[in-house]
């Protein structure tokens, strides 16, 4: 069964602080893994997708990496527009939905 | 171009009623997935229809059901409402074939059952 894990649940950062969410998942072949931003009571939206080991992607402040086992979401010189839920999501083989970890909340204090 | 639509926003029904939530997927896109967003859960799989089909269905019971019309909009249907259907219904839509593997999602419809 596929499975999808986020760390850390929270983080906390300075306006300006980098740093890395991770999401560890496990799957028999992978299609995708898929990075979505959440602001709440809003529908996720679309950020990136990396479809196998070594691939990288950057959009602005955002940087999402792969490798077999897990996917990075770097973040660098963060701005408080940049809070929300980063989710990680994954396709496997002869599965069309998309598996989610239950995300990490971030905060960036002005 | 204009996003995956979802109406209503939100909904107050009492426990037993039946409600019914409507979408309308990115112009092109021909696969619609409904999610079931729970507070303090991650989003769960409910089902996936492609051409009018339903293709496949998550670990909910039969209650829980809907279909797919020829414009490719959907609705979702589930019948004796339970307090614990309380959650963020969020509807996703992605082009069919093996290069189009992105969801793209809609604003969601809250639901609250009393």
């Known amino acids: 069964e596929d499975q999808v894990t986020q760390s850390p649940e929270a983080l906390r950062l300075q306006e300006g602080e980098s740093s890395s969410l991770n999401c560890s998942y496990t799957v028999s072949g992978l299609r995708g893994l898929f990075w979505y931003r959440q602001d709440p009571g809003k529908g996720p939206e679309f950020l990136f997708t990396?479809?196998?080991a070594g691939e990288e992607k950057e959009k602005e402040r955002l940087k999402a990496t792969l490798t077999k086992k897990e996917s990075f979401l770097h973040i660098t010189a963060p701005k408080p527009e940049d809070s929300a839920t980063y989710l990680c999501?994954?396709?496997?083989?002869?599965?069309?939905?998309?598996?989610f970890g239950t995300g990490t909340r971030l905060t960036i204090i002005p | 171009e204009a996003g995956v639509t979802q109406s209503p926003t939100h909904l107050i029904k009492t426990r037993g009623q039946q409600v019914t939530l409507r979408c309308s997927p990115i112009s092109g896109h021909t696969s619609v997935y409904w999610y079931q967003q729970a507070l303090g859960l991650g989003l769960q799989f409910l089902l996936w229809?492609?051409?009018?089909?339903?293709?496949n269905r998550g670990n909910f019971p039969p209650r829980f059901s809907g279909r797919q019309f020829p414009n490719y909009s959907s609705e979702l249907n589930v019948n004796a409402l339970e307090l614990e259907d309380s959650a963020l219904y969020l509807c996703?839509?992605?082009?069919?074939?093996?290069?189009?593997?992105?969801?793209?999602f809609g604003p969601g419809t809250r639901l609250t059952v009393t």
């Open positions: 229809y492609d051409e009018g089909e339903e293709r």
């Open positions: 999501a994954l396709r496997g083989f002869g599965n069309e939905k998309l598996t």
């Open positions: 990396l479809y196998s």
């Open positions: 996703a839509s992605s082009q069919t074939g093996v290069r189009y593997y992105e969801q793209y």
